[in-house]
């Protein structure tokens, strides 16, 4: 089953599936899409795993064992391509909180998200190549945009799985707890994130013009939120 929280603005995720280790079926995507339905509005949004083992398995290959002609690989390929592709256009900041291992599917899932952060214990993979497929829900294009393009194709064409650390190093995962640490620590990075500045900074980075990035500022600096900040700040002076 997939859950929605919203607490304080922050839009919680969770793809709670343990029999079928969080995998993704065409059930679960109807989930998904009603889950980013009910997150509208939310200052931040992330997206996990139920447990602690695995953030998602991938695909769910009992489910997905149906669909056997090209027309139904390709409907599948483009209904989930289209989920992540709402990840990536959501106005407010996304998390991934890996909270176990992603693999294939899931870390094209992960992908989809503006930040990846993981507990130290996580591996990370795009590993269809196991199953003589590729990535198919937009992950291999964003690879190449993470971590460039010669490197993408030597991880998804050996399916190499990697450690939180090594991911860390080359920018396929962007912050890493111990496992002790970890659910409150991405909690917390991801309360902070649940701002109006960061849902500007986000759109302002995802190629506004010069025009509607002044724009963005300008309505900051006349909200409520900044002038309370800004009496802060001159009264501790």
């Known amino acids: 089953m997939v859950k929605l929280e919203i607490v304080d603005g922050l839009a919680v995720i969770t793809i709670d599936r343990p029999e079928a280790r969080n995998a993704i079926a ?6 998904l899409d009603d889950a980013i339905d009910g997150a509208a509005g939310a200052k931040a949004l992330a997206i996990t795993g139920g447990g ?5 398995s991938g695909g769910d290959l009992k ?14 390929a483009r209904r989930m391509r289209s989920i992540c592709q709402r990840l990536v256009d959501f106005p407010a900041p996304v998390i991934a909180a890996l909270n176990g291992h992603a693999l294939g599917g899931g870390a094209e899932f992960a992908s989809a998200a503006d930040i ?5 214990d996580v591996k990370i993979g795009f590993n269809q190549s196991t199953l ?15 971590v460039g393009r010669s490197r993408a194709i030597l991880l998804a064409g050996t399916g190499r799985l990697l450690t939180a650390a090594e991911a860390l ?10 496992r002790a640490d970890f659910d409150e620590g991405w909690r917390a990075v991801a309360q902070s994130l ?20 002044v724009d963005e500022f300008a309505k900051l600096w006349v909200a409520e939120e900044h002038w309370a900040a800004a009496d802060r700040v001159l009264n501790r002076r």
């Open 194 to 213: 649940a701002t109006a500045p960061a849902a500007g900074i986000k759109k302002v980075m995802s190629g506004a013009t010069a025009e509607e990035a």
């Open 132 to 146: 003589a497929i590729m990535p198919a829900w937009g992950g291999a294009e964003r690879l190449v945009t993470m």
């Open 26 to 31: 065409p059930a679960t995507m109807d989930e």
């Open 52 to 56: 602690d083992r695995v953030f998602v």
């Open 116 to 120: 990846r952060i993981a507990a130290d």
């Open 63 to 76: 489910e997905l064992a149906k669909l056997r002609t090209l027309d139904d690989a390709r409907a599948m």
């Open 169 to 178: 190093e080359i920018g396929l995962i962007d912050e890493v707890f111990p």
